[in-house]
């Protein structure tokens, strides 16, 4: 049987605020607030230049075309969610703000009609042939109750995919899953485990990646990976780079000294004897066969769709259907296809 999750206590929780960094997220809502009721003549406002000329600059940032002034939104803007920008900023008011408002503009023009927009009515008849040719997948939790995801880089067929679909068109595919991941694999997660969960452990498995094709995949990699960055921070629990290339191992090196202390400590890069560091955070029974683990389960399973949340009203069906979802609605409550 799994382990019972285990509730981790990190720096810049709700749980473990230092009395500076509580008076810092009253102060950051504050200014959301003040925002929100001086939208409409921001030239005017009660606050401090230093933040009115960051929510003007976004305003007027060609990256947003015609994005609305900013609303604070009670329901959305949770604490837990602005900790997280505050933590990718170090709690600096001034960048944390700029990195919010960004997020916010970026989110209301994204495909030229916002994000819930896409998240409503987006569909990706072309996922069939893109995960063939790129197989990543939620798979279960790891001990800590998180979600863990698995990319197979090495299978990835950049010709196949963009035979089929564009860069756009993917991006837009994996917004709308990383809506899905907080909006409802999150949720489930945290109430399976009976505390908030706001990460996930990542599997990177490289076997197969080449010397001839890394670079093209590393290029698309960052690509994709630019979204996370900017407008989805502070999401990565643990990350585990498998089968890694000696080429990967030698770029690791150079970019390391480039990344923050929290951040490298997040990432282990392992050759091809990586079961054992897996085990340490994943139970075998949640760790797929293929990766040294017992679960033989279907690939995109865990709490949100086991069953196990039934009476939550878990798995719901708008999430796992195949216009929003990795791995094709598969899962115990799939549709047959």
């Known amino acids: 049987m799994p382990s019972k999750p285990e509730k981790p206590y990190l720096p810049g929780r709700l749980e473990t605020l230092t009395d500076s960094q509580k008076e810092i997220l009253d102060r ?5 607030h003040q925002l929100t009721e001086d939208s409409d003549h921001l030239s005017d406002s009660s606050l401090p230049a230093t933040y009115t000329d960051i929510a003007q600059e976004v305003l007027a940032n060609e990256s947003f075309p015609n994005a609305p002034p900013f609303k604070f939104d009670n329901e959305r803007h949770s604490d837990y969610m602005l900790l997280r920008f505050l933590r990718a900023r170090k709690f600096d008011i001034g960048l944390s703000l700029k990195m919010f408002l960004e997020y916010e503009a970026w989110r209301a023009t994204f495909g030229g009609v916002g994000v819930d927009q896409l998240v409503r009515t987006w569909e ?6 893109v995960a063939a040719h790129y197989p990543r997948f939620y798979h279960k939790t790891d001990k800590f109750g998180r979600p863990v995801y698995i990319e ?9 995919i963009f035979a089929v679909s564009n860069l756009d068109r993917f991006l837009i595919q994996h917004v709308v899953e990383y809506e899905k991941l907080l909006n409802y694999r999150l ?10 969960i706001e990460q996930s452990c990542t599997i990177i498995d490289m076997k197969g990646v080449t010397l001839s094709n890394f670079s093209r995949v590393f290029s698309f990699v960052q690509s994709v990976s630019t979204v996370a960055q900017n407008y989805y921070p502070e999401m990565l629990g643990r990350m585990y780079i498998i089968n890694a290339p000696m080429l990967f191992t030698a ?6 000294p480039l990344l923050d202390e929290v951040t490298v400590n997040k990432i ?3 050759g091809s004897a990586y079961t054992k560091s897996l085990l340490e955070t994943i139970d075998e029974e949640n760790l797929p066969k ?18 196990t949340l039934e009476s939550e009203g878990y798995p719901m069906m708008e999430y796992e259907q195949l216009k929003d979802g990795f791995g094709l609605e598969v899962g115990p409550h ?4």
């Open 187 to 196: 949720v489930a997660c945290s109430k399976a485990a009976g505390f908030h």
């Open 290 to 307: 293929f990766l040294g683990g017992k679960s033989t389960d279907d690939k995109d399973v865990g709490p949100w769709n086991d069953g």
């Open 334 to 337: 799939a549709r047959k296809h």
């Open 124 to 129: 990706y008849p072309e996922m069939v042939v």
């Open 268 to 270: 282990s890069i392992l």
């Open 251 to 256: 770029v690791w090196q150079l970019v390391k």
């Open 152 to 160: 197979q880089m090495g299978i990835m067929n950049l010709d196949q």
């Open 28 to 32: 950051f809502k504050a200014i959301l």
